[in-house]
């Protein structure tokens, strides 16, 4: 039963207002929305839909979403950050479910969990859990829903895909480990064991290899300089360019374009 695995990282409640930042974002934990007032929409990376009083929403483990809400129907939620826990979804990674029945008791559940968070007093983690425990059930109930124990190989597994993909997307940008742990809300000794592991490289070293992937392009199509090249690709320098394609090549960046072009003629 997953609940026996999953563990209470945060609760919070929150209501529409100005301040409302509504930017794309992922958590390395679940996230289960319930929707107690108000309407508004979940905008996924691919797709977004609406949402209203009654509803939750489960995003799993590094799935970029965020909240919108209607202005003249503001949205009001309570979140749960829980650790260890992953909804069977379509590849999205959201399931969005509809309380008929028992959905006043979970609000309760909700509402007690916040009451003792606020409180601060002795044990407080404990009731947390303990009512974590009653919700997951409840959920269970609901048709519907298929909850499991997310494992950890398969968290970092995610963790480490959100990472690449990034690298990917910028890798001609000045990127530090801090910024890419930060990403993907791990440590970043963490980041570089699991990323290593994934992939036998670090997440620098795989950055730098995608520069070097992409200045192999320039080199043979364009007659950009090699300086003007290392600028292109965000190397601090022309040495460290040409010294980074050389223990990745074998070979200079010159020589590489000569033999090259020599070869497409």
Not at 69 to 92: F, K, N, R
């Amino acid at each position: 039963m997953p609940q026996n695995q999953a563990k209470i990282l945060s609760i919070s409640w929150a209501q529409y207002s100005q301040e409302w930042n509504s930017s794309l974002h992922t958590h390395n934990h679940a996230e289960l929305f319930f929707v107690v007032g108000g309407q508004g929409s979940f905008q996924l990376q691919n797709r977004q839909f609406s949402v209203g009083s009654r509803d939750l929403v489960i995003i799993n483990s590094g799935v970029l979403h965020t909240e919108l809400s209607q202005s003249g129907s503001p949205m009001e939620y309570i979140v749960l950050g829980v650790d260890s826990l992953e909804v069977l979804a379509d590849t999205s990674g959201c399931v969005q479910s509809h309380f008929y029945t028992g959905w006043d008791e979970v609000v309760r559940c909700l509402r007690l969990m916040l009451q003792e968070v606020r409180s601060g007093q002795p044990g407080h983690q404990f009731i947390c859990q303990h009512l974590l425990e009653v919700i997951l059930l409840w959920l269970l109930r609901q048709d519907n829903l298929t909850l499991t124990a997310a494992a950890a190989d398969r968290r970092s597994s995610r963790e480490c895909d959100l990472v690449r993909r990034y690298i990917d997307d910028h890798f001609k940008e000045n990127l530090t480990l801090d910024q890419l742990a930060a990403l993907a809300h791990i440590n970043k000794y963490h980041l570089v064991h699991t990323f290593r592991k994934e992939y036998n490289t670090s997440p620098i070293s795989y950055q730098i290899s995608r520069r070097i992937q992409e200045s192999r392009m320039l080199l043979v199509s364009t007659d950009f300089n090699l300086s003007q090249i290392a600028q292109i690709l965000g190397f601090s320098s022309l040495s460290y360019f040409s010294q980074s394609f050389r223990r990745l090549e074998g070979i200079s960046p010159m020589e590489y374009r000569k033999r090259n072009r020599s070869a497409a003629r």
